[in-house]
T-cell receptor
Framework: DAKTTQPNSMESNEEEPVHLPCNHS???????IHWYRQLPSQGPEYVIHGLTSNVNNRMASLAIAEDRKSSTLILHRATLRDAAVYYC??????????????FGKGTKLSVIP | EAGVVQSPRYKIIEKKQPVAFWCNPI?????LYWYRQNLGQGPELLIRYENEEAVDDSQLPKDRFSAERLKGVDSTLKIQPAELGDSAVYLC???????????????FGPGTRLTVT
């Protein structure tokens, strides 16, 4: 399985932008980059995904390097509710029309009031 | 739209006892996953179902773990007998074929926190 590397933890001040980096140097051409986050005592939730182009949605933006070996999740204005563990995942095809997510340890984001 | 429902939320048992977890996925989702999450780690896939068929159970410890998904809807994960090392959060997730979003996004339940003493 393709692997990702993320910092163990990061801090951000409330209402400031946050850039969460992820390295995935062994990514293959068909791997999608997914980001999930897990708030305390909850299951992970989908944040955003992309293949080659930068992506925006209501939660965040995803910036993908031209060589696709790294990506950055951008939270434009961090709030206290964004404090969570953020997982960068390469979604690989697992057959039968389904895809597998292989989670690493993620980055624990702390937001300072 | 109701999310993925899991029960119980918490379970404390003594080692060697059996335990079962139940999951009701989002309506219409044909794919169901069971994950185990140890403290400080990301979730690890135990088994994946496509409708009622287990298509990937390579990470399921089959000597003590079993799972079923009757009629391709609800699912049950069982451990018998439980060991101390089974203490973890057991997460259920479901997804559709992504016909609308194309993201194959997985929706997770809140999990069951198991403590084996």
């Amino acid at each position: 399985d393709a692997k990702t590397t993320q910092p163990n933890s990061m801090e951000s001040n409330e209402e400031e932008p946050v850039h969460l980096p992820c390295n995935h140097s062994t990514i293959s051409g068909t791997d999608y980059i997914h980001w999930y986050r897990q708030l305390p005592s909850q299951g992970p939730e989908y944040v955003i995904h992309g293949l080659t182009s930068n992506v925006n949605n209501r939660m965040a933006s995803l910036a993908i390097a031209e060589d696709r070996k790294s990506s950055t999740l951008i939270l434009h204005r961090a709030t206290l509710r964004d404090a969570a563990v953020y997982y960068c995942i390469l979604r690989s095809y697992s057959g039968a029309g389904s895809y597998q997510l292989t989670f690493g340890k993620g980055t624990k984001l702390s937001v300072i009031p | 739209e109701a999310g993925v429902v899991q029960s119980p939320r918490y379970k404390i048992i003594e080692k060697k006892q059996p335990v079962a977890f139940w999951c009701n996925p989002i309506s219409g989702h044909n794919t169901l996953y069971w994950y185990r999450q140890n403290l400080g780690q990301g979730p690890e896939l135990l088994i994946r179902y496509e409708n009622e068929e287990a298509v990937d159970d390579s990470q399921l410890p089959k000597d003590r773990f079993s799972a079923e998904r009757l009629k391709g809807v609800d699912s049950t994960l069982k451990i018998q007998p439980a060991e101390l090392g089974d203490s973890a959060v057991y997460l259920c997730a479901s997804s559709s074929r992504g016909l609308i979003s194309g993201s194959y996004e997985q929706y997770f339940g809140p999990g069951t926190r198991l403590t084996v003493t």
